[in-house]
Structures are given as structure tokens and as C-alpha cells.
């Protein structure tokens, strides 16, 4: 590398991962310019599009990462594929360093016998539609008046509150209009929520776990039988503030026996589910748990006590899993790229020159803020130090922000950037002002996200979006 020019490196992906690496490798003492690439028009990732929009920390995160790429020396290229659009040999040609911060888009797999019944749904899928995914599809078939989610963690109290909350309360959301729509026909009266292990087990935090109950006309209900403790739940319990947080929230909820409400929330504790039933016509009726029991060190094993609870969909929120990028190694048992401390590897086990790894994509799904920015310390860290060892340098002169710029306008790709998302983010505060008063009557909203990305792409470039449908189609 030419010492009259900054390290040159690109950023894969404009979540809270690739955000955060970003804004650590511009402090870290190294003469560096950084491109931040990411697929969609817009940025924030999972924060934008993975996260219930009624969730309560959303907007302070958001803020946080808006301040960030706000400063201006972090260039953001959005509606730009990786993989696609450009490949990583055009990175490696065209960066000293690539960054890998993608993320994990999908949900992970989960076999048991009726997993593919057709009213059976990954819950990353329900999260893109009620998030606006540009790319997952407008409509939702909410048909089901009882319904299952399988998992203990936070996606799962997010997809459980979205199906139980009445449509109206979502209305101070920036939810879009078929959202709304879809909502205001969801005829659900019960969700059952179910956890293979014990109260000190749940991954719930306990912000969202206490939120759940502040629904309108929606009960929470906790069974006391679920309630059963061994030394390594109450060794959890003491070491763990957040494990006796979530104890004690359960707790109440078991506590509380009027039960009023028109739709209800079930939280089941120790039943592991098993098997997904059908009715004669192949459609989902019921799913069958079996009963589990504490070890001691707090893990459980089944007791061979099965139940059948009546449902007609299952909503199966695991954990989430990274897609592979052509041209980078990828762990398909894991879902992660291989690394050793965010330094990508080979098959060899070594170190590939310049190409590294955060968040999801290197640790997996775990974690919530303050890990993403731990975790891109580590991989920054080791970048610099091979930076300052001579190690990175571009494949070709044509190194940089003009460079990719050129390449992307001589390949067509329709790329925005940060003022584009400025734009948009505009458009959709005053898509709040107007939607607020149509809908419901219910005042101003904060936004209103439009999920056509070619109207996103379009307000984004400052160009024409007449005649064009807000909502649009995610195979424009």
C-alpha cells in the first residue's frame, strides 16, 4: 500500500455490527477512508427490520447509529448486493481490508415430524413482513385463532405480542398500511408460547418479558406447575440479576388469576416440543410436547409425558442464521463465517490476507448491543495490527470510494448513498404526519415505512416515484 493514501476498507453490511466496526476502525489512530456497504436502500439491518416496531429501545438505538453515519466519514453505499451487484474479488481489488458484518437473515432449522405443514412459519419471515422487508411478501395469512412459538427468547415474546395485540394499538407504530390491515383481520385468541426449560432458562429479557403485559385486552398467563427449581437454576438465579428479574416477572404473571381479556398470551415452561400434527386434510391442528424435568445443573431431559395442545399455525423462533456470501468460507453446521478472533480463515486454518468478520456472522446469533461492539473491538483490533504489520493491501490501483463508484455506475447498479437515506427518512416522518390522522384518527405518528424498495430506491436518488404504488411488490 501506497503510504500516500489511507488504508482503503470496505464494511459488508449497515447494521448495528457493520455500524459500530465502522465507527471504532475510524477512531483507532489509522489513516483510514471506510465505505459501509449494505443491500438495502436503507440502513440499521436487524435494528430496521428484525426487531417488533413496537419495541421500547429501538429508537435510542436507531439514534445512536444515525449519529454515527451523520459525521460523514463513513461513506454509505446502499441497494448495493455483495455477491451480486459486486463481487468480493471487486472488494479485494478495490480495498486494502473487507469487513464482513451480514448479519443473520434467516431462521435456523428446526426438524421435528409436521415442520413442513404449510401453517408452519419461520419467525424471521413474520418479522420482515410486519417489519416491511422490501424483499418478503406484502401479505401474511393471519387465519389461525390459536396459535403456537416455539422458543424462550425475545423474538419469540415479539412474534407472540404482534399476534396478540389488537391492530388499533399498533397505530402509534411505524407499521405500514398493509400491516395495519393485515392486523385488523387477524382473528387470534390464544398464543401459546412454549420454553423446553425452566423459569431460570428463559432467554427473555426482562424489559420485554414485563412489556408483554401491558397490552390492552390481552392476559398473560404463567401455570404454576411450570415453576420448579435445582441448584443450577437457583446458582443462575443468585449470579445473574437479569435470571432473577425474569423469575420474579414470571412469578407475578402466575400469580395473577383473573383473566379477562378477549386474547391471551400462554407462556409454557418445561415442555419440549415434539412432534407438529395434522387434521385429515394436511393442515396444522395441534402441537405435542413432552413434559420435561430439571437434571440438577439446570438442563432437562424429557419424562415421557406428552401433551397436545390445539393450534391451526406454529410459529417456530429458534435463533437466527447467516446466509454464505459467494467468495467467502462459510460454516453451514454453524450458520458463521470461520475466524479466528473476527480474522477470517481458510480450509487450511489460516488467516485469509484482509478479509475479517463481526457480529452475527463471526460469533452467531447471541448477544444484544454491547457484545456487537465488544466483538468489532476484537476484529478492529486485529485489523489494525495486521495494518500496521504491512499485511493488507488492494489487488489494484483503482483503490477506493471514486473507484467503486465508478465501477458501480458502469455496471448500472442503482446505489444510494447517505443523504439518499436523509431523503427517505424524511419521506417517511411526513408519511407519519398524513397516515396519522387517515388512520384511526389517532394523531401523528413518528414514520411510516414505505416497503416498495424501487419507491425507496427511487426517493433515496432524488428521482420521480409518480404513479408508483408505496407498497409495491418485493420482486420489482
Same mark, same amino acid.
Given at each position: 500500500?501506497?503510504?500516500?493514501?489511507?488504508?482503503?476498507? %470496505? $464494511? +459488508? @453490511? #449497515? /447494521?448495528?455490527?457493520?455500524?459500530?466496526?465502522?465507527?471504532? =476502525?475510524? &477512531?483507532?489512530?489509522?489513516?483510514?477512508?471506510?465505505?459501509?456497504?449494505?443491500?438495502?436502500?436503507?440502513?440499521?439491518?436487524?435494528?430496521?427490520?428484525?426487531?417488533?416496531?413496537?419495541?421500547?429501545?429501538?429508537?435510542?438505538?436507531?439514534?445512536?447509529?444515525?449519529?454515527?453515519?451523520?459525521?460523514?466519514?463513513?461513506?454509505?453505499?446502499?441497494?448495493?448486493?455483495?455477491?451480486?451487484?459486486?463481487?468480493?474479488?471487486?472488494?479485494?481489488?478495490?480495498?486494502?481490508?473487507?469487513?464482513?458484518?451480514?448479519?443473520?437473515?434467516?431462521?435456523?432449522?428446526?426438524?421435528?415430524?409436521?415442520?413442513?405443514?404449510?401453517?408452519?412459519?419461520?419467525?424471521?419471515?413474520?418479522?420482515?413482513?410486519?417489519?416491511?422487508?422490501?424483499?418478503?411478501?406484502?401479505?401474511?395469512?393471519?387465519?389461525?385463532?390459536?396459535? %403456537? $412459538? +416455539? @422458543? #424462550? /427468547?425475545?423474538?419469540?415474546?415479539?412474534?407472540?405480542?404482534? =399476534?396478540? &395485540?389488537?391492530?388499533?394499538?399498533?397505530?402509534?407504530?411505524?407499521?405500514?398500511?398493509?400491516?395495519?390491515?393485515?392486523?385488523?383481520?387477524?382473528?387470534?385468541?390464544?398464543?401459546?408460547?412454549?420454553?423446553?426449560?425452566?423459569?431460570?432458562?428463559?432467554?427473555?429479557?426482562?424489559?420485554?418479558?414485563?412489556?408483554?403485559?401491558?397490552?390492552?385486552?390481552?392476559?398473560?398467563?404463567?401455570?404454576?406447575?411450570?415453576?420448579?427449581?435445582?441448584?443450577?437454576?437457583?446458582?443462575?438465579?443468585?449470579?445473574?440479576?437479569?435470571?432473577?428479574?425474569?423469575?420474579?416477572?414470571?412469578?407475578?404473571?402466575?400469580?395473577?388469576?383473573?383473566?379477562?381479556?378477549?386474547?391471551?398470551?400462554?407462556?409454557?415452561?418445561?415442555?419440549?416440543?415434539?412432534?407438529?400434527?395434522?387434521?385429515?386434510?394436511?393442515?396444522?391442528? %395441534?402441537?405435542?410436547?413432552?413434559?420435561?424435568?430439571?437434571?440438577?445443573?439446570?438442563?432437562?431431559?424429557?419424562?415421557?409425558?406428552?401433551?397436545?395442545?390445539?393450534?391451526?399455525?406454529?410459529?417456530?423462533?429458534?435463533?437466527?442464521?447467516?446466509?454464505?456470501?459467494?467468495?467467502?468460507?462459510?460454516?453451514?453446521?454453524?450458520?458463521?463465517?470461520?475466524?479466528?478472533?473476527?480474522?477470517?480463515?481458510?480450509?487450511?486454518?489460516?488467516?485469509?490476507?484482509?478479509?475479517?468478520?463481526?457480529?452475527?456472522?463471526?460469533?452467531?446469533?447471541?448477544?444484544?448491543?454491547?457484545?456487537?461492539?465488544?466483538?468489532?473491538?476484537?476484529?478492529?483490533?486485529?485489523?489494525?495490527?495486521?495494518?500496521?504489520?504491512?499485511?493488507?493491501?488492494?489487488?489494484?490501483?483503482?483503490?477506493?470510494?471514486?473507484?467503486?463508484?465508478?465501477?458501480?455506475?458502469?455496471?448500472?447498479?442503482?446505489?444510494?448513498?447517505?443523504?439518499?437515506?436523509?431523503?427517505?427518512?424524511?419521506?417517511?416522518?411526513?408519511?407519519?404526519?398524513?397516515?396519522?390522522?387517515?388512520?384511526?384518527?389517532?394523531?401523528?405518528?413518528?414514520?411510516?415505512?414505505?416497503?416498495?424498495?424501487?419507491?425507496?430506491?427511487?426517493?433515496?436518488?432524488?428521482?420521480?416515484?409518480?404513479?408508483?404504488?408505496?407498497?409495491?411488490?418485493?420482486?420489482?
Amino acid at each position: 500500500m501506497s503510504s500516500s493514501r489511507p488504508l482503503s476498507v %470496505a $464494511v +459488508i @453490511g #449497515a /447494521g448495528p455490527a457493520g455500524i459500530y466496526a465502522s465507527d471504532i =476502525l475510524s &477512531k483507532s489512530g489509522l489513516n483510514v477512508a471506510i465505505d459501509l456497504f449494505e443491500q438495502l436502500p436503507a440502513p440499521y439491518g436487524l435494528v430496521r427490520y428484525g426487531v417488533a416496531p413496537d419495541h421500547p429501545r429501538i429508537k435510542q438505538i436507531i439514534v445512536a447509529l444515525y449519529k454515527i453515519l451523520q459525521r460523514g466519514d463513513i461513506r454509505l453505499l446502499g441497494n448495493v448486493h455483495v455477491g451480486k451487484d459486486v463481487t468480493v474479488e471487486d472488494l479485494q481489488d478495490h480495498y486494502d481490508a473487507v469487513i464482513f458484518a451480514t448479519g443473520s437473515d434467516r431462521d435456523k432449522p428446526f426438524n421435528i415430524p409436521g415442520a413442513d405443514l404449510p401453517q408452519v412459519y419461520g419467525a424471521s419471515k413474520f418479522v420482515y413482513w410486519y417489519d416491511s422487508h422490501p424483499d418478503y411478501p406484502r401479505e401474511w395469512p393471519l387465519e389461525a385463532k390459536e396459535i %403456537a $412459538v +416455539i @422458543g #424462550a /427468547g425475545n423474538v419469540a415474546l415479539d412474534v407472540a405480542r404482534v =399476534l396478540a &395485540k389488537h391492530a388499533d394499538d399498533m397505530l402509534v407504530t411505524e407499521i405500514a398500511e398493509n400491516v395495519y390491515e393485515g392486523l385488523s383481520k387477524n382473528p387470534v385468541t390464544d398464543v401459546h408460547v412454549f420454553g423446553r426449560r425452566g423459569p431460570a432458562q428463559m432467554k427473555f429479557t426482562p424489559l420485554e418479558l414485563r412489556e408483554l403485559g401491558k397490552q390492552p385486552d390481552v392476559d398473560v398467563i404463567v401455570y404454576e406447575e411450570d415453576f420448579d427449581f435445582d441448584e443450577g437454576s437457583e446458582e443462575a438465579i443468585r449470579s445473574s440479576n437479569q435470571t432473577k428479574q425474569v423469575v420474579k416477572t414470571l412469578t407475578n404473571y402466575a400469580m395473577q388469576d383473573e383473566h379477562t381479556a378477549s386474547r391471551r398470551i400462554h407462556i409454557h415452561m418445561f415442555h419440549s416440543p415434539s412432534e407438529i400434527l395434522a387434521d385429515e386434510e394436511g393442515n396444522v391442528r %395441534a402441537i405435542r410436547t413432552e413434559r420435561t424435568a430439571l437434571n440438577g445443573d439446570g438442563s432437562v431431559h424429557g419424562t415421557g409425558e406428552f401433551i397436545d395442545t390445539p393450534v391451526q399455525a406454529v410459529y417456530r423462533a429458534v435463533g437466527y442464521f447467516s446466509s454464505p456470501i459467494d467468495g467467502v468460507p462459510f460454516d453451514e453446521k454453524r450458520g458463521v463465517i470461520p475466524n479466528v478472533a473476527g480474522r477470517v480463515i481458510g480450509e487450511d486454518g489460516e488467516p485469509l490476507t484482509g478479509i475479517y468478520a463481526t457480529g452475527w456472522v463471526k460469533r452467531g446469533p447471541v448477544g444484544l448491543i454491547g457484545s456487537t461492539k465488544s466483538d468489532a473491538q476484537e476484529t478492529i483490533a486485529n485489523l489494525v495490527e495486521d495494518a500496521e504489520a504491512g499485511k493488507l493491501h488492494a489487488g489494484t490501483e483503482a483503490v477506493g470510494h471514486e473507484a467503486m463508484i465508478e465501477l458501480l455506475e458502469e455496471r448500472g447498479v442503482r446505489f444510494t448513498q447517505w443523504h439518499g437515506w436523509e431523503l427517505l427518512d424524511e419521506y417517511e416522518q411526513r408519511l407519519g404526519e398524513q397516515f396519522g390522522e387517515v388512520v384511526g384518527g389517532r394523531g401523528m405518528r413518528e414514520r411510516v415505512k414505505v416497503p416498495s424498495r424501487e419507491v425507496m430506491t427511487r426517493i433515496s436518488r432524488g428521482e420521480s416515484i409518480e404513479g408508483l404504488d408505496l407498497v409495491g411488490t418485493p420482486d420489482e
